[in-house]
């Protein structure tokens, strides 16, 4: 069982930054596959990032070039760097860990971004 927790999320002006964190239980987060999502209303959800076990890296066509995935083996925390944020981007954000059937979801940090 893993738990995740979110935060890092806030109000923000176009053109700023924010630095989402995800804090995993437990001591396998190594292995897993992470991810961050996003919501906004009315909208399905959205795939933004993907950092694999290995580390490999990909991004929705969206938010290449200015969002930056990362994740800190020791620190159990996966990371997600939003830079040249725009009113588009703002959502709920989830992260999630996964490995084969096991998946997992955080509840979200909410993202607001205002022109």
């Known amino acids: 069982q893993v738990q995740l927790v979110e935060s890092g999320g806030g109000t923000v002006q176009a053109g700023g930054s924010l630095r989402l964190s995800c804090t995993a239980s437990?001591?396998?987060?190594?292995?897993?596959?992470m991810r961050w999502h996003r919501q906004a209303p009315g909208k399905q959800r959205e795939l933004v990032a993907t950092?694999?076990?290995?580390?490999?890296?990909d991004y929705a066509d969206s938010v290449k070039g200015r969002f930056t995935i990362s994740r800190d083996n020791a620190k159990n925390t996966l990371y997600l760097q939003m830079n040249s944020l725009k009113s588009d981007d703002t959502a709920l954000y989830y992260c999630?860990?996964?490995?084969?059937?096991?998946?997992?979801w955080g509840q979200g940090t909410q993202v607001t971004v205002s022109s």
């Open positions: 999630n860990a996964l490995r084969g059937l096991r998946v997992y």
């Open positions: 950092i694999t076990s290995g580390g490999s890296t």
């Open positions: 437990g001591n396998s987060f190594s292995i897993y596959n």
